[in-house]
């Protein structure tokens, strides 16, 4: 559970050249002061498909749709890691309550981000 002016982001681990699996971590941190984590928000289209693609999440197998896993590939790095914020998964979506509160804050969330991104996916127009 978050505390009141909480929100989620999640860790992407740098990868080598022979890791399998995105590696990522949740970390709360306080809005204020998420500016210090340089993370980006992105913004992009759900879609229809069911989980399918497997991720480590806290160090648990995690399945995400092919279109986060598409981004998560895309933002990934060998070199440093990285902070996002990606509303489907940093917001506990089973939680009614915390949805509604983190909805509201979600403007805060956008203005306080390093860098928004708007993911249209990696298929060709």
Known sequence: PLDAGEIRLLHLRKRSIF????????????LLQAATYNFEAISYTWGSEPPSKAILLNGSSHAVTPNVHALLLA???MFRDRFL????????????SEKTTQLRMMA??????????????????
């Open 75 to 77: 933002r990934g790095s």
């Open 108 to 125: 805060s969330v956008y203005e306080t981000a390093h860098r928004v991104i708007s993911w249209l996916g990696d298929h060709p127009a």
């Open 19 to 30: 890791s399998g699996l995105i590696n990522l971590e949740l970390v709360p941190v306080v």
């Open 85 to 96: 914020w990606i509303d489907s998964m940093c917001i506990n979506q089973a939680d009614i």
